[in-house]
């Protein structure tokens, strides 16, 4: 069976199956051909109707490179959030309780939804601060002390995030 | 597994619904209705993590799955409640 | 690895897991407003469910209840942050104003201003 030959739809709607299908392998642990079966009709069925509802499209900004770049990402990032916990558990177990907290805003360099959708989620999981409200290019971000606020203004998640959807303006790409 | 670090587990699981109850104060008494979806949402976070805790230590395979079905629930109920006041 | 050093590390993990979800209760109970009680409850309670998942799959060993337990896991950190945004987007929402120290503006302030608040 060629690949070329398939319509569109049906070539998107590939990837998505075969992870359920592997899902449903984890989850039900057996290996008769019955179970095998039926897990691959339930996948393709889910996988054709989720595409059915969201609009047949996967996000354009989602490619190979970015999978590939996801990796030292996420390790950068799961350092941080150790770092960030860390910070607050301390805050929150001093009897003086040293917080001084205040909404910030400030316009982010991404453009697409899920480059700005990922910013959010990892300023939510890093130095005590939360994302509250996002409006257009626009982060409304609750922190929880001054030391947070510089952190975050320097820009480091932000340089991140451009670099593992490769936008923005090229000086402000980078790991560091 | 050594009997040893099955007994410090559960004693870990016990402590962990102890906190459960603890964050359910906050569930009863926070004075926004935003207060009492963060009291429940980590309820049963805690509830999730004893489940796999006890799934692991006492044998019952059968624990994970209800785990996940608690994941599931535990985040389409917050946004959904949250989206619903939020209008 | 010896059965000795495997356990001494599941005991670790364990303790810091304890130690993490300790500290989101207290974070919980303490805060004096909404929004600074969702920092630990994102937070603590995310890295404390990773650690106890660590102890748990260095007891468990391959098996196929690794693999649920990390789907589990992984399920439970996408999901904690999107909803620790939806609650603090409701709450900006319906005007919910932050607590603040005397002397600090609790709003937001943009461009050069941003300094001049404290």
């Known amino acids: 069976m060629k690949l070329k030959a398939m319509s569109r739809t049906v070539r998107e709607t590939i990837p998505l199956a075969l992870f359920l299908f592997f899902l449903w392998l984890i989850f039900t642990e057996k290996t008769n051909w019955e179970h095998l079966l039926l897990g691959a009709i339930v996948a393709a069925l889910f996988a054709r109707i989720s595409f059915f509802m969201v609009g047949g499209r996967l996000d354009p900004n989602l490619n190979w490179k970015v999978a590939l770049r996801f990796f030292p990402f996420a390790a950068l990032l799961s350092w941080e959030i150790m770092k960030a916990s860390w910070d607050v558990l301390t805050r929150v177990f001093r009897p003086s309780l040293p917080i001084s907290p205040r909404i910030i805003e400030f316009d982010s360099i991404l453009d697409s939804d899920i480059a700005k959708t990922m910013l959010a989620n990892s300023i939510t999981l890093t130095p005590g601060t939360v994302t509250v409200e996002i409006e257009g290019k626009r982060f409304y971000v609750h922190c929880l002390a001054q030391e947070h606020e510089s952190g975050l203004l320097e820009g480091k998640l932000e340089r991140m995030v451009a670099w593992l959807f490769a936008e923005g303006p090229d000086d402000m790409r980078g790991l560091r | 597994m050594s009997d040893l ?12 619904v102890v906190n459960a109850f603890l964050c359910l104060y906050r569930g009863a008494a926070g004075p926004t209705i935003q207060d009492r ?44 409640i949250s989206r619903y006041i939020e209008t | 690895m010896g059965s000795v050093a495997k356990d001494v590390l599941t005991v670790i993990f364990g303790l810091t897991g304890v130690l993490f979800f300790i ?54 950190l996408v999901t904690s942050a999107s909803s620790g945004h939806a ?32």
């Open chain 3, 23 to 76: 500290g989101g209760t207290v974070g919980l109970l303490r805060c004096p407003d909404l929004y600074s009680r969702l920092h630990p409850a994102t937070k603590c309670d995310t890295v404390g469910s990773c650690s106890i998942t660590i102890a748990l799959a260095l007891q468990i060993g391959l098996d196929i209840a690794l693999f649920k337990i990390m789907v589990v896991i992984l399920l439970l």
């Open chain 2, 5 to 16: 670090v099955s007994e410090f587990f559960l004693v870990v699981a016990a402590i962990l």
């Open chain 2, 37 to 80: 979806i963060i009291g429940i949402n980590i309820v049963n976070t805690k509830t999730m993590v004893v489940l796999l805790v006890l799934s692991t230590f006492l044998g019952e395979e059968l624990y994970l799955d209800i785990a996940l079905v608690y994941a599931l629930l535990n985040f389409v109920v917050t946004i959904t």
């Open chain 3, 87 to 118: 609650i603090g987007r409701s709450a900006f929402k319906t005007g919910v104003m932050p607590w603040h120290k005397k002397g600090v503006v609790p709003w937001p302030l943009k461009g050069e201003d941003r300094w001049t608040g404290r």
